[in-house]
């Protein structure tokens, strides 16, 4: 009897399992939204595929879904959890299994057993003589030179953060937009072709320029312009420049987007 | 950065490969903390399991963010990940095998109708299988039956997922779906059967 339940199990697995017609979701949410010709095909597998019409509910219940009363307070508890894991998130080393409905073991138990237990305490002798020995030599930390000779401040690489518009457009951008630096009195902005070429520049004392006709007009379908913004010093000294971000109107075939 | 879409962030990060702007990564996380602190409770059902979930598909989504294309939206594509992280889930740790109740499913209680099913599963192939859950059954039941069968999640997971309010949430729609099947299995069948006679006389 359990053997023959498994093998109807296994029918069903078979049978529901994503097939390779099966649309990755991006795709799966385009096609319901629209109805290209060159999507026809992938509509009709939907229409009639129980895996896909499945998928397309969970993507719309993962997007639209807003938390019942019951799961609120779970739910920003472990809102809480990943604000304060910020952090680990993005320290996190490569694919570590996640350990999904079971409590982690603490680190320090997985060093207590066997041959590791040895070499657990091997290490924290010698680390902890090393230590000793680090501290015994009087050796002073270094200080800080954070601020040039002359007290100009002078920015990090991400202090100067230009904003948007930046990757594919829906439309020609009206503005530039960057996040304030520290020390800057006023802010250089230009925007350039691909080959750096400059095609227009200018000053702005806030944090955001509005792009002249001129410009709009430049930026066309599948042309793609550089812009970058340096901050100055109220005594016109360069303090620093942001990356240089890149933007373009898509062509019409590739704007579609769920 | 707060006026910015997420699509945006995302591209602002790409920008700056190998660095990118702690804040717009924040920012971008930050906007989407809730939605798969929710999708992770209900896949889990306790909020320690949930969060260590979803931890990790954070961390996944921060280590593929150039792999994003801008295709499609954000939220897709965090959907993307956040489901193959529960499936790997399923698949590494088989927490739906020892559900209780699950043997009575699979069984259905009746001796009799199991070994209906033993012979269905013998006699139709699995492309059958699909056209008849297309054809039988509701909306509802096509995904407690694809995310229980085809996925391997467990009932309690499927419940909270769709958000099904019933009683016994999921269980109730695999009987019924099973139910419904079974019945156009038997009439699949008789019309073999009768068939077969038709050509004997012939």
């Known amino acids: 009897m359990p053997d023959r339940a498994l093998e109807d199990r296994e029918l069903w697995r078979q049978a529901l399992e994503p097939t390779a017609a099966c649309p990755v979701p991006e795709e799966l949410v385009r096609v319901s939204r629209e109805v290209p010709h060159d999507s026809a095909a992938t509509r009709a597998h939907v229409e009639g595929c129980v895996q896909c019409q499945t998928e397309l509910a969970l993507v719309k219940e993962f997007q639209s879904a807003t938390t019942d009363p019951g799961e609120a307070a779970a739910v920003s508890w472990i809102t809480a959890e990943l604000e304060r894991r910020f952090e680990r998130i993005l320290t996190a080393s490569s694919a570590a299994p996640v350990a999904v409905l079971h409590k982690p073991v603490p680190w320090y138990r997985r060093f207590d057993r066997g041959r590791f237990r040895v070499a657990a305490l091997t290490a924290a002798g010698l680390l902890i003589l090393l230590g000793v020995g680090l501290n015994l030599r009087g050796v002073q930390e270094p200080e800080l030179n954070s601020k040039s000779a002359g007290g100009a401040v002078v920015l990090r690489s991400e202090e100067l953060i230009a904003l948007a518009p930046i990757g594919n457009l829906k439309q020609p951008p009206a503005e530039l937009r960057w996040q304030a630096a520290p020390g800057a009195a006023h802010y250089l902005v230009k925007v350039m072709e691909v080959d750096r070429t400059e095609l227009w520049k200018s000053e702005s004392t806030e944090t955001s320029i509005s792009l002249p006709a001129a410009i709009r007009k430049a930026i066309v379908p599948g042309k793609t312009l550089l812009w970058q913004v340096t901050a100055m010093s109220a005594d016109r000294r360069t303090l620093g420049s942001s990356k240089t971000l890149s933007f373009r109107l898509p062509v019409r075939s590739d704007s579609s987007k769920d | ?202």
């Open chain 2, 1 to 202: 950065m707060g006026r910015l879409s997420d699509e945006e962030l995302v591209a602002l990060a790409q920008e700056a490969a190998g660095s990118p702007p702690v804040a717009c990564i924040n920012e971008l996380f930050r906007r989407h903390y809730a939605r798969v602190a929710r999708w992770c409770f209900r896949f889990t059902g306790d909020r320690e399991s949930a969060a260590d979930l979803a931890q990790e598909i954070f961390a996944k989504v921060y280590r593929s963010l150039g792999s994003f294309r801008g295709q499609s939206k954000f939220s897709t594509w965090l959907y993307s990940v956040a489901r193959n992280e529960c499936v790997n889930a399923v698949k590494a740790l088989s927490i739906s095998q020892a559900e209780p109740g699950d043997d009575v499913l699979l069984g259905l209680a009746n001796p009799d109708e199991s070994d209906f099913w033993f012979a269905a599963e013998r006699m139709i192939s699995a492309q059958l299988a699909r056209e008849l859950l297309n054809e039988a059954l509701d909306e509802t039941e096509k995904a407690v039956f694809t995310l229980h069968f085809g996925r391997n999640f467990s009932l309690a997971a499927i419940t909270r997922l769709l958000g099904l309010r019933n009683a016994s949430g999921a269980k109730a729609y695999v009987v019924s779906a099973r139910r419904k099947l079974s019945k156009l299995i038997q009439r699949w069948q008789a019309q073999e059967q009768r068939a077969v006679g038709e050509g004997r006389e012939r």
